[in-house]
């Protein structure tokens, strides 16, 4: 099983690329996550990753008086999520924001502590399957990658600037590629690299065809790093995590889906913290993993985890452990 850790992020990436109609926003784990939120009629919620708005509109359906804010710093995916939204528009709030600056956003929107906040940290299909955002190996388009497209520094700039040293650490420590020093000597080579199939190309002429027997595309832990560096993924799940107990009200709940180790590993990290310091409880001891029956309707779910939290303020039933 350990040998599986990332080979569920190489088949979101190709299959995401070919899934770009509004039947592709399909959100993960929807029953679990309303499990975890015990979303109330009258509560406050936080979709801190809004994208799509799939998660939102669950919660949303369930709300009476209660309010959701939704943000996300993808301006394409807060349009598709005010679309599919539309119909909750009075319990609905949208702000364009990073989830980093969770509580400074919160406070702008002017809502009460939270009773719940999600977090899904995975890939949007919108973003996959546009090739013009740069994200999939499977479609040819711009070195890109940022979920952000204000953001300051994109794949191309670190591909063709970085130092061969840096780029190989880069890859090896997102990535998690064990090739990474011949990818890099290979990419600084090949120098200037401007389309995402010229980068597969590189990394696979790099790369040993033994590699072949981890079941993955060969780029897919370069595209990975990359894109984890572009976007600053793990330091803003990081500044999220050190800010949203601040959002959350008494025996308010914090629910978090990973798509990959790196993120798991400090989202449990934090959550474990937290569980010591008396300033959470955890309403499961081990990640939730989707069902045989949604990996099969919905790939993208083979690779999730779920972890949730309650602040404390009143007696709750915590998990069994399983």
Same mark, same amino acid.
């Given at each position: 099983?350990?040998?599986?850790? *990332? =080979?569920?992020?190489?088949?979101?990436?190709?299959?995401?690329?070919?899934?770009?109609?509004? &039947?592709?926003?399909?959100?993960?784990?929807?029953?679990?996550?309303?499990?975890?939120?015990?979303?109330?009629? /009258?509560?406050?919620?936080?979709? !801190?990753?809004?994208?799509?708005?799939?998660?939102?509109?669950?919660?949303?359906?369930?709300?009476? &008086?209660?309010?959701?804010?939704?943000?996300? $710093?993808?301006?394409?995916?807060?349009?598709?999520?005010?679309?599919?939204?539309?119909?909750?528009?009075?319990?609905?709030?949208?702000?364009?924001? *990073?989830?980093? /600056?969770?509580?400074?956003? #919160?406070?702008?929107?002017?809502?009460?502590?939270?009773?719940?906040?999600?977090?899904?940290?995975?890939?949007?299909?919108?973003?996959?399957?546009?090739?013009?955002?740069?994200?999939?190996?499977?479609? &040819?388009?711009?070195?890109?990658?940022?979920?952000?497209?204000?953001?300051?520094?994109?794949?191309? /700039?670190?591909? *063709?600037?970085?130092?061969?040293?840096?780029? %190989?650490?880069?890859?090896? $420590?997102?990535?998690?590629?064990?090739?990474?020093?011949?990818?890099?000597?290979?990419?600084?080579?090949?120098?200037?690299?401007?389309?995402?199939?010229?980068?597969?190309?590189?990394?696979?002429?790099?790369?040993?065809?033994?590699?072949?027997? #981890?079941?993955? #595309?060969? %780029?897919?832990?370069?595209?990975?790093?990359? =894109?984890?560096?572009?976007?600053?993924?793990?330091?803003?799940?990081?500044?999220?995590?050190?800010?949203?107990? $601040?959002?959350? !009200?008494?025996?308010?709940?914090?629910?978090?889906?990973?798509?990959?180790?790196?993120?798991?590993?400090?989202?449990? +990290?934090?959550?474990?913290?937290?569980?010591?310091?008396?300033?959470?409880?955890?309403?499961? =001891?081990? !990640?939730?993993?989707?069902? /045989?029956?949604?990996?099969?309707?919905?790939?993208? %779910?083979?690779?999730? +985890?779920?972890?949730?939290?309650?602040?404390?303020?009143?007696?709750?039933?915590?998990?069994?452990? &399983?």
């Amino acid at each position: 099983m350990r040998r599986r850790r *990332n =080979r569920p992020e190489a088949r979101e990436q190709t299959e995401g690329a070919d899934r770009h109609s509004a &039947s592709a926003h399909r959100p993960v784990m929807v029953r679990e996550v309303m499990e975890f939120l015990n979303v109330r009629p /009258e509560g406050i919620y936080v979709d !801190a990753t809004v994208g799509a708005g799939g998660h939102s509109a669950e919660i949303a359906q369930r709300l009476g &008086s209660g309010r959701l804010l939704g943000i996300d $710093r993808d301006p394409q995916a807060l349009q598709v999520a005010g679309e599919h939204l539309a119909p909750f528009r009075e319990k609905l709030i949208l702000m364009r924001g *990073n989830f980093a /600056e969770i509580d400074a956003l #919160h406070a702008a929107s002017g809502l009460p502590p939270a009773d719940g906040v999600v977090a899904d940290l995975g890939m949007s299909s919108l973003q996959l399957g546009d090739r013009e955002r740069g994200f999939s190996f499977s479609a &040819s388009g711009p070195l890109d990658m940022r979920m952000d497209p204000a953001g300051p520094v994109t794949a191309e /700039e670190i591909v *063709n600037r970085s130092r061969e040293s840096e780029l %190989a650490d880069l890859i090896q $420590r997102w990535g998690q590629e064990r090739h990474s020093r011949r990818i890099a000597r290979a990419i600084v080579k090949a120098r200037p690299i401007r389309t995402t199939t010229e980068l597969v190309q590189v990394v696979m002429r790099a790369i040993p065809s033994r590699t072949g027997l #981890h079941q993955i #595309h060969p %780029a897919t832990r370069t595209f990975m790093a990359l =894109r984890i560096a572009v976007n600053r993924e793990l330091e803003n799940l990081e500044m999220f995590l050190s800010r949203v107990l $601040r959002v959350l !009200a008494p025996t308010g709940r914090l629910v978090i889906l990973s798509f990959h180790s790196l993120e798991d590993r400090l989202v449990k +990290r934090t959550f474990r913290a937290w569980e010591r310091e008396g300033r959470a409880i955890l309403l499961r =001891r081990k !990640a939730v993993r989707p069902s /045989e029956d949604e990996i099969r309707q919905n790939p993208r %779910a083979r690779s999730a +985890r779920l972890r949730a939290v309650e602040k404390p303020g009143a007696e709750v039933k915590a998990g069994d452990g &399983s």
